[in-house]
Each structure stands twice: as structure tokens, then as C-alpha cells.
């Protein structure tokens, strides 16, 4: 079945630096992947996702980008603030009519640095 | 803007009792998932659940388990016999398309 790895599990930025963290997953029928923050005490939220018939979507000031070949994916923030600090989500699933479940990465703790 | 709700946010149960989780999913999804997350570990995938039936589940879930949607709005997940190793995080989930899943606050169990 699908795996999906997240790197780094913690990161620590300056604010106003960008943050950077990376995912790999193992099934290349995956075609959606979605990234989740998590506050503390609160569930996951869905802040951006991309499906791979594109290379990069971008909301303001984060950005995702996928590698099909490679089977990876990134989510970028620029411009990190305060508010940014949380625990980020990495999930993948397979295309339409295969399975519905989101395999998730096992997080990356965002600390942004006033 | 809509959200998912969950309730209890905490469920304190004894070995062997039976425990109900709610959920509201939005008005206007048609799938519906349950997932789990134990204590630093990664979010696991239990059930999702469209047009009135199980479409697909883990397996975790297994005999112990099952999920209703008794009426129009809720959305609940059963389990009938908790074991320790049941407390978690358990999240609701729901979306529109079957892609986007978005999901509730959650609800802790703790089994003694």
C-alpha cells in the first residue's frame, strides 16, 4: 500500500525566512495530495492541495509543488509569521475509483520565531 | 464558513464499555470518513462511508467498530468493546467530491 514520508519532523525559522518541507510517497496511482496544519487542540485544516496533472499551485503565501517522476511533493511558505507555527500534514491518495483514504506523513512541527 | 463538529471532545470509558462518537458533518458533503491519531503517531485512515454504506475501511476497523448515519446530519462512529489501545484522537472527516476531506476538532478517548 501507499507511504508516504515527511522530512523535517521539526523546523524552526526566523520570521519572515521561508520554510520548506518535503514528502515522498510510494504508489504512483496516487494523483491528489493535500496538506493539512494542525493547531494546537484543534484538527487538521486543509490549507492547499495539488493533483497531479499540474506541477505547482500557489495561495498567496504558500505553494506546493509535485515531482510525478520522482514522487515527491513540497510545500513552501514564504514570508513565515508567527501564525504559521503549527504542526503541518502531508497526505496523499489514489485517483478517482481507486481508494478514498488520505495516507498521511507523520508531521513536521513549524516553529516560526518572532 | 461551515465546519465539521464533533462531540464529546473528551470520552473518559472503561475497558470493555462501549463508547459513541459524534459527528455533523457539512450540510452538503456526501462522503464521510473516520480516522484515528494515537499519540505521536501518524493520522490512520478507519472508514469513509457515502451513499448510506461503508465504501471502504482499514484494518483497524474491525468487528468492534461500525459507523452510522442514523439521519440527516449526524455521522457516528461506534465501538462496542474499547480496548487501551483504542485511545486516540479520532477525527471526522467529511467532503464534497470525494478528494477534499475536511476534518473536525476531534474527540480524545481515553480507555482506563
Known amino acids: 500500500g501507499e507511504n508516504v514520508e515527511q522530512h523535517p519532523s521539526t523546523l524552526s525559522v526566523q520570521e519572515g525566512d521561508s520554510a520548506v518541507i518535503k514528502c515522498t510517497y510510494s504508489?504512483?496511482?496516487?494523483?491528489?495530495f493535500p496538506w493539512y496544519k494542525q493547531e494546537l487542540g484543534k484538527g487538521p485544516q486543509l490549507i492547499i492541495d495539488?493533483?497531479?496533472?499540474?506541477g505547482e499551485k500557489k495561495d498567496q503565501r504558500i505553494a506546493v509543488t509535485l515531482n510525478k517522476t520522482a514522487k515527491h511533493f513540497s510545500l513552501h511558505i514564504t514570508e513565515t509569521q508567527p501564525e504559521d507555527s503549527a504542526v503541518y500534514f502531508c497526505a496523499a491518495r489514489r485517483g478517482q475509483g481507486g481508494s478514498e483514504k488520505l495516507v498521511f506523513g507523520k508531521g513536521t512541527k513549524l516553529t516560526v520565531n518572532p | 464558513e461551515p465546519e465539521v463538529t464533533q462531540t464529546p471532545s473528551h470520552q473518559v470509558t472503561q475497558m470493555g464499555q462501549e463508547v459513541i462518537l459524534r459527528c455533523v458533518p457539512i450540510s452538503n458533503h456526501l462522503y464521510f470518513y473516520w480516522y484515528r491519531q494515537i499519540l505521536g503517531q501518524k493520522v490512520e485512515f478507519l472508514v469513509s462511508?457515502?451513499?448510506?454504506?461503508?465504501?471502504?475501511k482499514s484494518e483497524i476497523f474491525d468487528d468492534q467498530f461500525s459507523v452510522e448515519r442514523p439521519d440527516g446530519s449526524n455521522f457516528t462512529l461506534k465501538i462496542r468493546s474499547t480496548k487501551l489501545e483504542d485511545s486516540a484522537m479520532y477525527f471526522c472527516a467529511s467532503g464534497r467530491s470525494g478528494y477534499e476531506q475536511y476534518f473536525g476538532p476531534g474527540t480524545r478517548l481515553t480507555v482506563t
Open positions: 495539488i493533483r497531479s496533472n499540474v
Open positions: 462511508f457515502y451513499n448510506n454504506e461503508i465504501s471502504e
Open positions: 504508489d504512483s496511482a496516487s494523483n491528489y
